[in-house]
């Protein structure tokens, strides 16, 4: 499974950007998606997952209310749809699956086993 991250960018404080996710090698819908990030110096962290039909999803506390995760399994792609972005979203967001079909249930980032190579994002005030 191959996961190819796009759609970073450079924005303003309080504008809105969507990163893609699209997936290869097996189809998406076998599989729980999360979104992560990384900022410089800091560690790895959650942002946002959800399950394989798309009916539910977890999010950070951080960017509840302002991202949304979605999917499109027959585009075999998942997306996040960052809205109201603020300087500390800046950072680098990295897809990930787990093989997880049928699953309802948020997982552990230790078992995110397949990794994109990451979109940069930043945010200027």
């Known amino acids: 499974v191959q996961l190819q991250a796009s759609g970073g960018g450079s924005v303003q404080a309080g504008d809105s950007l969507r990163v893609s996710c699209a997936v290869t090698?097996?189809?998406?819908?076998?599989?729980?998606m999360g979104w992560f990030r990384q900022a410089p110096g800091k560690e790895r962290e959650f942002v946002a997952a959800?399950?394989?039909?798309?009916?539910?999803?977890w999010y950070a506390d951080s960017v509840k209310g302002r991202f949304t995760i979605s999917r499109d399994n027959d585009k075999n792609t998942v997306f996040l749809q960052m809205n109201s972005l603020k300087s500390e979203d800046a950072a680098v967001y990295y897809c990930?699956?787990?093989?997880?079909?049928?699953?309802?249930?948020?997982?552990?980032?230790?078992?995110?086993?397949?990794w994109g190579q990451g979109t940069l994002v930043t945010v200027s005030s």
């Open positions: 959800i399950n394989w039909n798309g009916i539910r999803t």
């Open positions: 090698g097996d189809t998406v819908r076998n599989y729980n």
């Open positions: 990930a699956a787990t093989y997880d079909p049928l699953g309802g249930r948020p997982r552990p980032i230790s078992e995110y086993n397949y």
